[in-house]
C-alpha cells in the first residue's frame, strides 16, 4: 500500500516545481544529459524486426520522454522512493528480474496448467497471443529507446544506488512496463474474472523497475500505456481469429469412421491461423482402408504392444513416458521449459527481445500446427485403433475425437523443429524429445503408427514455415 500511495503522488509530483531548497548532492539541476554508452547495447536495431500483430515498432512509437528539468526532478524524487524500500519490495525487486520481462508471464501460463487451473478450453490461444502481445510491445519499446535514447537513472547520476544489474539499453519506455502490461491486457480478455489480479501483477511488475533504480516513472507509465495499445490489437484479431464460431457439421458414420458424439476441436480446422495460407495448405494425403493390409499391420502393432504389464522392467519406461506425454507437460509446458533452460545457459536471460522472440514462434508454430491437425482429423474423421479392435485397452482415455494425423506427433514436431532452429547446438536433443512425444501414442495404444508418421511430416510442414519467417524477421 506505501508504494502504491507513492506512485500516486509520484505521477503527480512530476507536474509541479519541486521545493527551492531540495538539493542533491550531486547538484543534478546544473548536469547535462550523458551521453550514450560507446558500445555493448542490446539489440539496438530490435525496434525494425519484424512484428506479428501491430503494423510496426515504428507505428507504435511513443510521445518524447521529459526535458532535462523534469527528468532531474524525477531524479531527486527517485533518490527518495529507493531509500524507503523494504524487504517485501526488495523480493518483489528480485522477482521480478529473475529473467527477461516475458519469463514471468509465461511461467505464470505454465504454473496454471500444470496445478490444472482453468485457462480457457483451448490454453494454447492463450500461450499465442500473450506471447505475441509481449513480442510486438518489445519490439516497438525497442523503437522507441533508441529512437529517444534516453539514459538509465544511474547514466545520470552515477551514485544512485540500483538493486538490479543496469541494463544496457536506453531507458524510455520501460520494456517490463510495457510486456507486462500487453499480458496482463490480453490475459484479462481470455479470464475477465481475474482481470484486476493481471493488472495489479503488470503494475507492481513495472513499477519495480522504478524501485530497482533503473527506469525513471515516466518510462514505467509510457511503456504501459505502449504494451496496453498493442494488447489491444492482439485481442482484436483474436476475437476475430474463428475460434468462437459454433459447428453447424455432423458426424459422418461408415466404415473407417471415427465413432463418438461432440468431438473435440471441431472447429479448429476453421480457424484463421498465423502464417499458413489455409489451414489445409499441408493436408496429409487420406489415410488407407481400415482393412488395408497397412492397417491391419500397424492395428496389431498397437495391439501386440506390451503396455498391460506394468510391473516389467521393459514396459515400465515407456508406460511412464506415455503418461508423462499425456500430463499437463507433456501436453503443454514442455518447449518452454527447455527454453527457460537454454536462455539461462545462453545467457540471454539479459536479451528481452531475443526472448520475446523465443516465446512468440514457440507459441505461434503450436497455433498453425493446431489448425492444421484438426483440418487433416476432420477431413477424414478416420477410426481410433481401440474402436477398430475393442480389444485394445489404452493407457488413459482417449481424446474424443478422430485418429489420423496424430495432434501430438504434430504439436511435438512442430515445437522441437523451431526449437532446433532457435538453439541449434541442441537440435538433435530437441528434435529426439518430438519424436518421443509422438511415439508414446503408440506405447499408449491410441494412435497407429501412420498417425505418427503423418503428424511429424504436417508439423515438421507447418515449422518450416515460421523457420522462414524467422530467418527474415530482422533478427539476424
Same mark, same amino acid.
Given at each position: 500500500?506505501?508504494?502504491?500511495?507513492?506512485t500516486?503522488?509520484?505521477?503527480?509530483?512530476?507536474?509541479?516545481?519541486?521545493?527551492?531548497?531540495?538539493?542533491?548532492?550531486n547538484?543534478?539541476?546544473? &548536469?547535462?544529459a550523458?551521453?550514450?554508452p560507446?558500445?555493448?547495447?542490446?539489440?539496438p536495431?530490435?525496434g525494425?524486426?519484424?512484428?506479428?500483430?501491430?503494423?510496426s515498432?515504428r507505428?507504435?512509437?511513443?510521445?518524447?520522454?521529459?526535458?532535462?528539468?523534469?527528468?532531474?526532478?524525477e531524479?531527486?524524487?527517485?533518490?527518495?522512493?529507493?531509500?524507503?524500500?523494504d524487504?517485501?519490495?526488495?523480493?518483489?525487486?528480485?522477482?521480478?528480474?529473475?529473467?527477461?520481462?516475458?519469463?514471468?508471464?509465461?511461467?505464470?501460463?505454465?504454473s496454471?496448467?500444470?496445478?490444472?487451473?482453468?485457462?480457457?478450453?483451448?490454453?494454447?490461444?492463450v500461450?499465442?497471443?500473450?506471447a505475441?502481445a509481449?513480442?510486438?510491445?518489445?519490439?516497438?519499446?525497442w523503437?522507441?529507446?533508441?529512437?529517444?535514447?534516453?539514459?538509465?537513472?544511474?547514466?545520470?547520476?552515477?551514485?544512485?544506488?540500483?538493486?538490479?544489474?543496469?541494463?544496457?539499453?536506453?531507458?524510455y519506455?520501460?520494456?517490463?512496463?510495457?510486456?507486462?502490461?500487453?499480458?496482463?491486457?490480453?490475459?484479462?480478455?481470455?479470464?475477465?474474472?481475474?482481470?484486476?489480479?493481471?493488472?495489479?501483477?503488470?503494475?507492481?511488475?513495472?513499477?519495480s523497475?522504478?524501485l530497482?533504480g533503473? &527506469?525513471?516513472?515516466?518510462d514505467?507509465?509510457?511503456?504501459?500505456?505502449?504494451?496496453?495499445?498493442?494488447?489491444?490489437?492482439?485481442?482484436?484479431?483474436?476475437?476475430?481469429?474463428?475460434?468462437s464460431?459454433?459447428?453447424?457439421?455432423?458426424?459422418?458414420?461408415?466404415?473407417c469412421?471415427?465413432?463418438g458424439?461432440?468431438?473435440?476441436?471441431?472447429?479448429?480446422?476453421?480457424?484463421?491461423?498465423?502464417?499458413?495460407t489455409?489451414?489445409?495448405?499441408?493436408?496429409?494425403?487420406?489415410?488407407p482402408?481400415?482393412?488395408?493390409t497397412?492397417?491391419?499391420?500397424e492395428?496389431?502393432?498397437v495391439?501386440?504392444?506390451?503396455?498391460?504389464?506394468?510391473?516389467?522392467?521393459?514396459t515400465?519406461?515407456?508406460?511412464a513416458?506415455?503418461?508423462?506425454w499425456?500430463s499437463?507437460?507433456?501436453?503443454?509446458?514442455?518447449?518452454?521449459?527447455?527454453?527457460?533452460?537454454?536462455?539461462?545457459?545462453?545467457?540471454?536471460?539479459?536479451?528481452p527481445?531475443?526472448v520475446?522472440?523465443?516465446y512468440?514462434?514457440?507459441?505461434?508454430?503450436?497455433?498453425?500446427?493446431?489448425?492444421?491437425?484438426?483440418?487433416?482429423?476432420?477431413?477424414?474423421?478416420?477410426?481410433?485403433?481401440?474402436?477398430l479392435d475393442?480389444?485394445?485397452?489404452?493407457l488413459?482415455?482417449?481424446?474424443?475425437?478422430?485418429?489420423?494425423?496424430?495432434?501430438?506427433s504434430?504439436f511435438s514436431?512442430?515445437?522441437?523443429e523451431?526449437?532446433?532452429?532457435l538453439f541449434?547446438?541442441?537440435?538433435?536433443?530437441?528434435?529426439?524429445?518430438?519424436?518421443?512425444?509422438?511415439?508414446?501414442?503408440i506405447?499408449?495404444?491410441?494412435?497407429y503408427?501412420?498417425?505418427?508418421?503423418?503428424?511429424?511430416?504436417?508439423?515438421?510442414?507447418?515449422?518450416?514455415?515460421?523457420?522462414?519467417?524467422?530467418?527474415?524477421d530482422?533478427s539476424?
Amino acid at each position: 500500500m506505501k508504494h502504491i500511495l507513492t506512485t500516486i503522488l509520484i505521477a503527480a509530483f512530476l507536474f509541479v516545481q519541486l521545493p527551492t531548497g531540495f538539493a542533491h548532492k550531486n547538484n543534478l539541476a546544473t &548536469q547535462s544529459a550523458p551521453s550514450a554508452p560507446a558500445s555493448g547495447q542490446i539489440e539496438p536495431n530490435a525496434g525494425n524486426w519484424q512484428t506479428w500483430v501491430i503494423s510496426s515498432g515504428r507505428d507504435y512509437r511513443v510521445p518524447p520522454p521529459p526535458g532535462p528539468a523534469e527528468t532531474h526532478s524525477e531524479l531527486r524524487s527517485l533518490v527518495d522512493l529507493i531509500s524507503q524500500n523494504d524487504q517485501q519490495t526488495r523480493q518483489q525487486i528480485a522477482f521480478w528480474d529473475a529473467g527477461a520481462p516475458p519469463y514471468r508471464w509465461i511461467d505464470l501460463i505454465n504454473s496454471r496448467l500444470l496445478a490444472g487451473t482453468a485457462t480457457t478450453a483451448y490454453p494454447h490461444r492463450v500461450y499465442a497471443y500473450v506471447a505475441l502481445a509481449m513480442y510486438d510491445a518489445t519490439i516497438a519499446t525497442w523503437e522507441s529507446k533508441y529512437f529517444y535514447d534516453r539514459r538509465r537513472p544511474s547514466e545520470w547520476d552515477h551514485n544512485l544506488p540500483t538493486a538490479v544489474a543496469v541494463p544496457r539499453s536506453p531507458s524510455y519506455p520501460s520494456e517490463h512496463s510495457a510486456a507486462a502490461q500487453a499480458a496482463a491486457t490480453v490475459l484479462a480478455h481470455f479470464l475477465p474474472a481475474e482481470a484486476a489480479s493481471f493488472n495489479a501483477m503488470a503494475e507492481q511488475a513495472g513499477w519495480s523497475r522504478v524501485l530497482a533504480g533503473v &527506469q525513471f516513472p515516466s518510462d514505467h507509465y509510457a511503456g504501459k500505456a505502449l504494451g496496453q495499445r498493442v494488447a489491444e490489437q492482439v485481442i482484436a484479431q483474436a476475437d476475430t481469429d474463428g475460434s468462437s464460431l459454433p459447428w453447424t457439421g455432423t458426424v459422418p458414420t461408415g466404415p473407417c469412421k471415427w465413432i463418438g458424439t461432440n468431438p473435440g476441436n471441431v472447429t479448429g480446422g476453421n480457424w484463421r491461423p498465423l502464417l499458413l495460407t489455409s489451414p489445409s495448405q499441408f493436408r496429409p494425403p487420406a489415410p488407407p482402408d481400415c482393412n488395408s493390409t497397412q492397417v491391419q499391420s500397424e492395428l496389431a502393432d498397437v495391439r501386440n504392444f506390451p503396455r498391460s504389464a506394468p510391473g516389467t522392467a521393459t514396459t515400465f519406461p515407456f508406460r511412464a513416458k506415455a503418461f508423462y506425454w499425456q500430463s499437463p507437460e507433456g501436453l503443454n509446458s514442455w518447449p518452454y521449459r527447455y527454453a527457460d533452460k537454454w536462455i539461462c545457459e545462453d545467457r540471454l536471460d539479459q536479451n528481452p527481445p531475443r526472448v520475446a522472440r523465443i516465446y512468440a514462434l514457440i507459441a505461434a508454430v503450436l497455433f498453425d500446427s493446431f489448425i492444421a491437425s484438426q483440418d487433416g482429423k476432420f477431413a477424414y474423421w478416420y477410426i481410433r485403433p481401440h474402436q477398430l479392435d475393442p480389444s485394445i485397452i489404452p493407457l488413459f482415455p482417449v481424446p474424443n475425437f478422430p485418429s489420423y494425423p496424430s495432434n501430438h506427433s504434430t504439436f511435438s514436431a512442430g515445437r522441437s523443429e523451431v526449437l532446433a532452429y532457435l538453439f541449434p547446438s541442441r537440435a538433435d536433443f530437441i528434435r529426439a524429445v518430438g519424436k518421443e512425444g509422438g511415439d508414446s501414442r503408440i506405447w499408449a495404444g491410441i494412435h497407429y503408427q501412420m498417425d505418427n508418421v503423418s503428424g511429424v511430416e504436417l508439423g515438421k510442414s507447418v515449422a518450416q514455415v515460421f523457420v522462414a519467417r524467422a530467418q527474415n524477421d530482422g533478427s539476424q
